[in-house]
């Protein structure tokens, strides 16, 4: 018996009425299955003022026995309010979920897991995936609808916080050490486990960069407050003449001033004079910029500008990010043939025998591979209906007007020549 007819099985109703629809087998699907979310208190974020010695006690409470993850996760999630950060793991994560995934048996496409495919739920799947290079582990918990079912589906993120990998259980509280064996039955069937149970994410080297850079930033400003605007110095010999610059000053702009006496001295000791006293806040904000960049992509060049660099320094650089993205198209496929085909054949969705591949693993673009095949074509034959396949082009039907060069062979053989119409 399939395993569609088994799932449905479990719903016939006990005063014999027939099976279940599909849309309310899958809504009754959801309701027998246990969520795990619903069982877990969430609580607001508490966004502290961050340094670098608590980034150090979230790490230390972290890798500790008690496995308190909730301090540096939290810590994560103040650190992603870094614009430059944020755009650095979008650009990662969106060079593989922009990528086409194709699941094929015996090099045909399945239709059923093609429109699986265009699902929302689908997508959410493959960004928590990735989003598990950078918080180090991912617990989903999968609602989709059995196969034939047009019903909602849903991909839960087990808060993050909460989820203890190494002793296996989700707890009630962030902080406790007790709670839901989601390895086990009934969550098992449900639940996809990503990431490695030590791993704590990119995101904690990262951080504290971002908290040197926030640093500076608030020297910065506070440097830009003192000396960005004219300092004013007056002086006065009588007690009459400084209540007169006090008031004038006070009401001539916010820029500082100092009223002293005739024969005070007030000296600025810089470490650097000039235009130059800015650039050492700004190397360290660019500094900061390009350790984030590396850790992320492998590199810098790719998305900071360099002021001394090559063409060849940056096909380098590029280079390595490719190599990074290969590394993330791999850990995707390998998740889903090994851990996603399971549960989309306890679905019933036929993915027996087949496997999933990017249909551009090699990250040549569409002009490239085009590029290869014409090469390739003219050593060994190519089917037709590769070059329809692959270009997304309609086959055309029997007799139906087509152009290019075979439509313009055909019309020379139809038509007459100019000649031939002349005599």
Same mark, same amino acid.
């Given at each position: 018996?399939?395993?569609?007819? @088994?799932?449905?099985? *479990?719903?016939?109703?006990? #005063? !014999?009425?027939?099976?279940?629809?599909?849309? &309310? =087998?899958?809504? $009754?699907?959801?309701?027998?299955?246990?969520?795990?979310?619903?069982?877990?208190?969430?609580?607001?974020?508490?966004?502290?003022?961050?340094?670098?010695?608590?980034?150090?006690?979230?790490?230390?409470?972290?890798?500790?026995?008690?496995?308190?993850?909730?301090?540096?996760?939290?810590?994560?999630?103040?650190?992603?309010?870094?614009?430059?950060?944020?755009?650095?793991?979008?650009?990662?994560?969106?060079?593989? @979920?922009?990528?086409? *995934?194709?699941?094929?048996? #015996? !090099?045909?496409?399945?239709?059923?897991?093609? &429109? =699986?495919?265009? $699902?929302?739920?689908?997508?959410?799947?493959?960004?928590?995936?990735?989003?598990?290079?950078?918080?180090?582990?991912?617990?989903?918990?999968?609602?989709?609808?059995?196969?034939?079912?047009?019903?909602?589906?849903?991909?839960?993120?087990?808060?993050?916080?909460?989820?203890?990998?190494?002793?296996?259980?989700?707890?009630?509280?962030?902080?406790?050490?007790?709670?839901?064996?989601?390895?086990?039955?009934?969550?098992?069937?449900?639940?996809?486990?990503?990431?490695?149970?030590?791993?704590?994410?990119?995101?904690?080297?990262?951080?504290?960069?971002?908290?040197?850079?926030?640093?500076?930033?608030?020297?910065?400003?506070?440097?830009?407050?003192?000396?960005?605007?004219?300092?004013?110095?007056?002086?006065?010999?009588?007690?009459?003449?400084?209540?007169?610059?006090?008031?004038?000053?006070?009401?001539?702009?916010?820029?500082?001033?100092?009223?002293?006496?005739?024969?005070?001295?007030?000296?600025?000791?810089?470490?650097?004079?000039?235009?130059?006293?800015?650039?050492?806040?700004?190397?360290?904000?660019?500094?900061?910029?390009?350790?984030?960049?590396?850790?992320?992509?492998?590199?810098?060049?790719?998305?900071?500008?360099?002021?001394?660099?090559?063409?060849?320094?940056?096909?380098?650089?590029?280079?390595?990010?490719?190599?990074?993205?290969?590394?993330?198209?791999?850990?995707?496929?390998?998740?889903?043939?090994?851990?996603?085909?399971?549960?989309?054949?306890?679905?019933?969705?036929?993915?027996?025998?087949?496997?999933?591949?990017?249909?551009?693993?090699?990250?040549?673009?569409?002009?490239?591979?085009?590029?290869?095949?014409?090469?390739?074509?003219?050593?060994?034959?190519?089917?037709?209906?590769?070059?329809?396949?692959?270009?997304?082009?309609?086959?055309?039907?029997?007799?139906?007007?087509?152009?290019?060069?075979?439509?313009?062979?055909?019309?020379?053989?139809?038509?007459?020549?100019?000649?031939?119409?002349?005599?």
């Amino acid at each position: 018996m399939s395993a569609i007819n @088994t799932l449905k099985n *479990l719903f016939i109703r006990s #005063d !014999g009425e027939k099976t279940a629809s599909d849309a &309310e =087998l899958a809504d $009754k699907r959801k309701k027998k299955e246990p969520i795990i979310i619903n069982q877990v208190t969430v609580r607001p974020i508490k966004r502290d003022t961050q340094d670098i010695s608590k980034w150090r006690t979230a790490i230390t409470y972290a890798e500790a026995e008690s496995e308190q993850r909730w301090k540096l996760f939290e810590l994560y999630k103040d650190m992603l309010l870094d614009g430059f950060l944020l755009q650095q793991k979008e650009k990662r994560i969106s060079a593989i @979920t922009n990528c086409d *995934l194709t699941f094929t048996i #015996d !090099g045909v496409s399945v239709p059923e897991i093609e &429109e =699986l495919q265009q $699902k929302i739920f689908f997508h959410k799947f493959l960004r928590e995936v990735m989003e598990s290079k950078f918080w180090g582990h991912s617990l989903l918990q999968l609602f989709w609808p059995v196969m034939g079912s047009d019903g909602p589906g849903a991909t839960d993120l087990i808060p993050r916080t909460h989820v203890k990998p190494r002793k296996g259980i989700v707890s009630e509280e962030k902080w406790g050490d007790t709670g839901i064996p989601y390895r086990e039955p009934p969550f098992d069937r449900t639940t996809i486990e990503i990431g490695d149970a030590d791993d704590l994410g990119l995101l904690m080297p990262v951080s504290q960069y971002v908290i040197y850079k926030r640093g500076n930033f608030g020297d910065w400003a506070e440097f830009a407050e003192v000396f960005g605007m004219p300092f004013r110095w007056a002086t006065y010999t009588n007690p009459e003449s400084r209540k007169i610059l006090e008031e004038a000053l006070a009401n001539a702009g916010s820029a500082g001033y100092v009223v002293a006496p005739e024969d005070a001295n007030l000296q600025f000791f810089n470490p650097t004079a000039g235009s130059q006293s800015n650039d050492i806040f700004r190397m360290m904000r660019q500094a900061c910029n390009e350790e984030i960049s590396i850790c992320i992509l492998g590199n810098s060049m790719t998305t900071t500008e360099a002021s001394k660099s090559g063409y060849a320094q940056a096909e380098t650089h590029r280079d390595t990010q490719d190599e990074v993205h290969k590394a993330d198209r791999r850990f995707i496929l390998r998740v889903m043939n090994e851990k996603l085909n399971p549960y989309l054949e306890s679905l019933g969705y036929p993915v027996k025998g087949g496997h999933w591949s990017y249909e551009e693993e090699d990250g040549l673009d569409l002009v490239q591979r085009l590029n290869v095949d014409m090469q390739v074509s003219t050593k060994v034959p190519i089917p037709a209906k590769y070059w329809y396949d692959k270009y997304k082009i309609p086959m055309p039907e029997r007799g139906e007007a087509v152009s290019g060069q075979e439509g313009d062979k055909k019309k020379e053989k139809t038509e007459p020549s100019k000649d031939n119409s002349d005599s």
